[in-house]
């Protein structure tokens, strides 16, 4: 309620200043099934920036910047460290809520189109993102686990920088085309889209991709977690009958 | 082609499962074995989450003893009564193992129990089976055999509680199959296998039991273990993923078949020296991880989940 609120009071904030522009965006579609042939999937965003103003002759140019968040979980980073010749994991931080795909496209680099102040207020980088002042444990050195975790996530696919990746068209028209992962989890994907003129943002737009599983899978992910008993001996029949039907079907064709 | 698995929520190739569960099927149709210390692995480099590998090579464990067993049934050489005996020690083991496997989770040292385990029992075992083949592929090869003992009187046979088993031609204390039974349990637990490359070795030196019933003896508590141990992971750590089970169980059928063709072709001491190098390679290429400076030091897990 009051992180609402917040966001409210700087939205109105940030857009008293320069009430000339909002932006307005579209997803190509919300909604993603995770069936079982699902192999990742590709949205188009797209939209336009609204000027109410007539465009002043050498006016600053406007630039945007889209994030994609996924759905927030409690993680738990380790560190390895070698005890007794092997290594282990020993150290801990944890974090109660990080995001499992976050995607970032802007028009230009980042550290040239947003001051980094700006990039704090409003949570839009994955360094961020993740709010890495949540951190705790009992180690020495918070920041190069939080580090660790944008690098892994990153390498993994999950979190994305996409520079130069939302191509602007005289403007007002905007696009880009973000692919989403094959392993992604349920949930709603926030997407925000920010305008930003002069290193500030100056207005945004909010909508979200709703990732759900469908059809079978959706029933044994259900069944996994709602009757677990059920579903464990499910799976034991199955084996039971695959083992049977496999030696009663090789002995019947190698006669 | 690729499949989304509902519980590991990761899409895979469903060739790769299917290979993989193919390769594995005519390994364990060729040695007799279970085959799950080489799925849970092979899960494992592909991107599965390690909790999810272990409750699902399980699963695929069941099918692939249920189809051996039949086999062996119809050829009696499967030992009920000592199977039953076995079988109760294992229930306890997974039972424990279950419980183990959890705390491990949560403590944040599952996968280094997990790769523990692995190093020191395929290590211990590949050896023992190395040595033993090679001195089996030895005596073969000369023209006068030696005649073994049919069966040697170690510490074991001097416990309580002494019981017949028929099928066995044995007479013995129940304490050891129990104990042996119990300590496979827990290692189907934590591993993600059935067990029986440490199961057969154990019936045969430290139980005295004659060869020819104990791959079908295991083989048929196998079942029920791997089973328990499925429905235990079910619903302790929701993490058996049956869509993965069932493409790894088509294709481990589809090979055990081919397997056990090609295994009828080969001699049954270099069978055993080659599985005994494949179980040390696995053994081998783990210690390796674990002693060798990793590459990232750092490792997420998602609490709550897995």
Redesign the interface.
Known sequence: MRAGLTLIALLLLAALPARSAEIIGALSQNRVSLTANFSGSEILIFGAIRHDAPRIEDAPSYDIIITIEGPRHPVSVWRKARTLGIWTNVEAVSMASVPSFYAVATTAPMNVILDPEEDARHRISAYHAIRPAQATGAVADIDSFTEALLRLRTREGAYLRLDRWVYLDRDVLFRANVALPTNLTEGAYTTRMYLVREGAVVHQYRTAIFVRKEGLERWLHQLAFDQPLIYGILALIIALVAGWGASAAFRYIRQ | ????L??A???ANALTLLGIGAGVGMLSGMFGVGGGFLVTPLLFFIGIPPAVAVATGV??V??????GV??HLKRKTVDLKMGTVLLIGGLVGSGLGIWLFRLLTNL??I??AVQ?AYVVFLGVIGLLMFQEGVRAWVRTSRPNPRRRKLHTHIWVHNLPLKMKFRTSGLYISVIPPILVGMSVGILAAIMGVGGGFIMVPAMIYLLGMPTKVVVGTSLFQI?FVA?FT??????TS?S?D??L??VL??GG??G??IGTQVGMKLKAEALRVLLALLVLSVAGKIAFD?????D??????????H
């Open positions: 082609m690729q499949i989304y509902p519980i929520e990761v899409s699963n695929q069941v099918a692939s003893s249920v189809s039949l086999a944040g040292q996968d280094l523990l079942i089973g499925t429905v235990m992971h079910a619903v929701h058996v049956i869509l089970a069932l169980i088509i059928v589809i055990a078949q674990l002693l060798v400076t990793p990232e030091l750092y490792s997420i897990r998602v609490v709550g989940r």
